[in-house]
């Protein structure tokens, strides 16, 4: 196993650890992915985010084979869907984080682009936010929807289900996901008093100096 390999293993069981600690998804919920030169590493399916071992993460190859480690999560045609349209993707979460949980299953929740421009942080590292319709747990038509999604966007809400973001690092993908669900707090706590969200013009603005 490379350093660079041994380093990544840690940095996921560190992160999933963090994430699980702060409530960021509960019991066995969410799933992580990060891009090695010669494949993939998944967290095993069934596994607590905060209860990762690294010589337990799943090892997948480039061609999708399970070569070590655990079985990976039953979601990784969810991460295998993303890297496919999205080549410069190092890594990949998903969460089932409880206030954009919440915003997935509000019938108020615009499926074009599911938050509010709250705050220049979110549009800088989210962008914008669509959400995918609702499919089964398991049901490969989820990766078709989110495939057209994911060329254009870095994130997406799934229906009655959860976030997903893409980033260029593993630390990224997770800071990203962060400011995705505080800004879901935020929203959710604002809902019935008047808000001043970013204007059109600002958020151009932003979304022209940092490109997602």
Not at 2 to 23: K, Q, V, Y
Not at 66 to 79: A, I, M, N, Q
Not at 150 to 166: E, M, Q, R, T, Y
Request: proline share 8%; glycine share 6%.
């Amino acid at each position: 196993m490379s350093r660079a390999e041994s380093t990544l293993r840690e940095e996921i069981c560190s992160l999933g650890r963090s994430m699980f600690d702060r409530r960021l998804t509960p019991g066995s919920s969410g799933n992580i992915s990060a891009r090695l030169d010669d494949g993939w590493l998944m967290t095993p399916t069934g596994s607590m985010l905060g209860e990762l071992e690294p010589d337990r993460l799943a090892k997948i190859a480039p061609d999708g084979t399970h070569l070590s480690g655990d079985k990976p999560t039953k979601e990784t045609f969810l991460h295998m869907a993303v890297y496919e349209v999205r080549p410069q993707t190092e890594a990949v979460v998903h969460l089932h984080s409880s206030y954009s949980v919440a915003l997935s299953v509000m019938e108020e929740t615009d499926p074009e682009d599911a938050l509010p421009p709250i705050t220049a942080y979110y549009v800088m590292r989210i962008g914008k936010l669509p959400m995918v319709p609702y499919f089964p747990p398991g049901d490969k038509g989820l990766a078709d929807a989110m495939r057209p999604v994911f060329k254009d966007h870095k994130a997406c809400l799934l229906a009655n289900h959860g976030p997903v973001v893409a980033d260029k690092s593993l630390r990224d993908a997770v800071g990203a996901m962060e400011e995705l669900e505080e800004t879901a707090k935020l929203h959710l706590m604002l809902r019935g008093i008047p808000v001043r969200t970013l204007t059109p013009q600002q958020v151009a603005d932003l979304r022209e100096r940092f490109p997602i």
